[in-house]
């Protein structure tokens, strides 16, 4: 089982990135997904979910309308695009998978000026 997550960096505030966690080992359609975080100091927390159709999400509170979720089945990858980028938004961004209980090796994220 393997996760593998791309797309992160250092993006001013107000822009925008796209995260791709690329899965590979397990039947990733079976598999509900999940976007992370973890900022210097701070506990992980949940960014975002799907399901395995990805008929439906869910998003923490802070950040609806902000951050979107997606997922290809055909291609094993779940995406998180990330607009309106604020420095708070910086941490390292892990994706996740419930059915494997496996975590990708994560990717940092820095919104600075």
């Known amino acids: 089982v393997q996760l593998v997550e791309s797309g992160g960096g250092l993006v001013q505030p107000g822009g925008s990135l796209r995260l791709s966690c690329g899965a590979s080992?397990?039947?990733?359609?079976?598999?509900?997904m999940s976007w992370y975080r973890q900022a210097p100091g701070k506990e992980r927390e949940l960014v975002a979910s799907i399901s395995t159709t990805g008929s439906s999400t869910n998003y923490a509170d802070s950040l609806k309308g902000r951050f979107t979720i997606s997922r290809d089945n055909a291609k094993n990858t779940v995406y998180l695009q990330m607009n309106s980028l604020k420095p708070e938004d910086t941490a390292v961004y892990y994706c996740?998978?419930?059915?494997?209980?496996?975590w990708g090796q994560g990717t940092q994220v820095t919104v600075s000026s």
């Open positions: 080992g397990f039947t990733f359609s079976s598999s509900i």
């Open positions: 996740y998978s419930p059915l494997t209980a496996r």
